[in-house]
């Protein structure tokens, strides 16, 4: 009797797991940055969703927040493989902003897994659980594609920590000239972004 009390139990608990992971097909509309997009379904629903595993560089807000190197760049990449098409999402999860984290593919391909092989995204390591994101991060940086071609990136949840607590900015290097001509680290303590000298 207990045996298939625990048996039934297990099917459930099964069955609830893939009840959890959702998947939604439909056409991209809008890509936000490089780990986000928005894709209309097929019954004209409009649903947001952040790449799972991986994270790209933050863009910037105006003028006094310009955002990291390569934001511009990764967005630019995420359009390149999405913008327009249709794709699926196999969605594990929403996050705290409601948003659908998930797989996205176009055809055979995993999008997340090409923003990373493209270096245009770090694997995000607090929350990535497949090996190959890894594999194809190590690649990158050995290449230097992408932004593993500036000097010292710095990952965009130690850029955001730094904004969020009151410093709002984050120095990789002590002195040192950004790669995209945006803008340059200058020396702690007093650490600040400039416009690059032209």
Known sequence: MTRAFAAALLLLCAAASVQ????????????????????L?????????????????ELGHGKNDPGQPFG??????????????????????????????CTVWTGPLNVNLE??????A??????????EYARAEASARQSRRGLWADHGPVPP????????????????MDTKPCQDGSWVSKRPPRCEFAPCPR
């Open 72 to 101: 511009q760049r990764a967005r630019q990449s995420l359009s390149d493989l999405v913008y327009g098409l249709d794709v699926r999402a196999e969605c594990e999860t929403t996050d705290r902003y409601g948003r659908h984290v």
């Open 122 to 131: 770090w694997v995000y390591r607090k929350y990535a659980n497949n090996p």
């Open 41 to 57: 379904d097929h019954s004209r629903a409009e649903h947001r969703i952040r790449l799972s595993q991986i994270d790209a560089p």
């Open 115 to 120: 923003q990373v092989r493209r270096g245009m």
């Open 20 to 39: 959890a992971a959702q998947r939604i097909e439909g056409r991209v509309v809008a890509v936000h940055d490089g780990d986000t997009i928005t894709i």
């Open 157 to 172: 949840w130690e850029w955001r920590k730094a904004a969020n607590d009151g410093t709002g900015v984050v120095c990789a």
